[in-house]
């Protein structure tokens, strides 16, 4: 695997790597001070405890889901030798936005993506990964220590990301109906 940057966090270049049919195992050791600054600020939004709490939970939903991720995120873990991997690999599942249109040069559409999670230090520790997969090569950006793809394009061929849908109304509190809608998931 070749890393064509060095994966240190800039403010002004995202890394690519090209990881061919590698994985996200790859990806932490080819980023790792930008792994090490997403587990940090994991842990400065929930704290250790709950981040330790979080990531029980997270792994007992996956496993009980037959999620076929669960032991790629049990490697990552033990690379990472903290809690932060399960419940910090489900923060697509607690929020995220996207919007698609034209492209201003007519010449096709746009995907936009919103990162809505509370969590700093996303955008600033994104990286760019090239993938095989059995329908050919794909980019996906991604950051060290995630599993599965949330938001990937091949040129000419797609631009896709996973996104949950808008959050159903119980209630008059928004923070009410995020707990029920979170419950009845």
Same mark, same amino acid.
């Given at each position: 695997?070749?890393?064509?940057?060095?994966?240190?966090?800039?403010?002004?270049?995202?890394?690519?790597?090209?990881?061919?049919?590698?994985?996200?195992?790859?990806?932490?050791?080819?980023?790792?001070?930008?792994?090490?600054?997403?587990?940090?600020?994991?842990?400065?939004?929930?704290?250790?405890?709950?981040?330790?709490?979080?990531?029980?939970?997270?792994?007992?939903?996956?496993?009980?889901?037959?999620?076929?991720?669960?032991?790629?995120?049990? @490697?990552?873990?033990?690379?990472?030798?903290? /809690? &932060?991997?399960?419940?910090?690999?489900? !923060?697509?599942? %607690?929020?995220?936005? #996207?919007?698609?249109?034209?492209?201003?040069?007519?010449?096709?559409?746009?995907?936009?993506?919103?990162?809505?999670?509370?969590?700093?230090?996303?955008? @600033?520790?994104?990286?760019?990964?090239?993938? /095989? &997969?059995?329908?050919?090569?794909?980019? !996906?950006?991604? %950051?060290?220590?995630? #599993?599965?793809?949330?938001?990937?394009?091949?040129?000419?061929?797609?631009?896709?990301?996973?996104?949950?849908?808008?959050?159903?109304?119980?209630?008059?509190?928004?923070?009410?109906?995020?707990?029920?809608?979170?419950?009845?998931?």
């Amino acid at each position: 695997m070749d890393a064509s940057s060095t994966g240190r966090p800039t403010k002004d270049t995202i890394p690519y790597f090209d990881i061919a049919d590698g994985g996200p195992i790859d990806l932490c050791g080819l980023a790792p001070e930008r792994l090490e600054s997403l587990i940090e600020a994991g842990r400065d939004h929930y704290g250790s405890a709950a981040l330790a709490v979080g990531d029980r939970i997270s792994r007992n939903w996956l496993t009980k889901a037959r999620n076929p991720y669960v032991e790629e995120i049990d @490697r990552i873990a033990g690379t990472i030798g903290t /809690a &932060g991997a399960f419940l910090l690999n489900l !923060s697509y599942e %607690w929020t995220c936005t #996207t919007g698609i249109g034209r492209d201003p040069s007519g010449r096709g559409n746009r995907l936009l993506r919103t990162l809505d999670w509370p969590l700093d230090g996303l955008g @600033r520790n994104v990286i760019v990964a090239r993938q /095989a &997969g059995p329908a050919g090569d794909y980019y !996906s950006a991604t %950051w060290p220590g995630f #599993t599965g793809v949330l938001t990937a394009m091949a040129p000419g061929r797609f631009s896709a990301a996973i996104n949950q849908p808008p959050m159903r109304r119980w209630t008059p509190s928004c923070w009410f109906d995020w707990v029920i809608n979170r419950g009845r998931t």
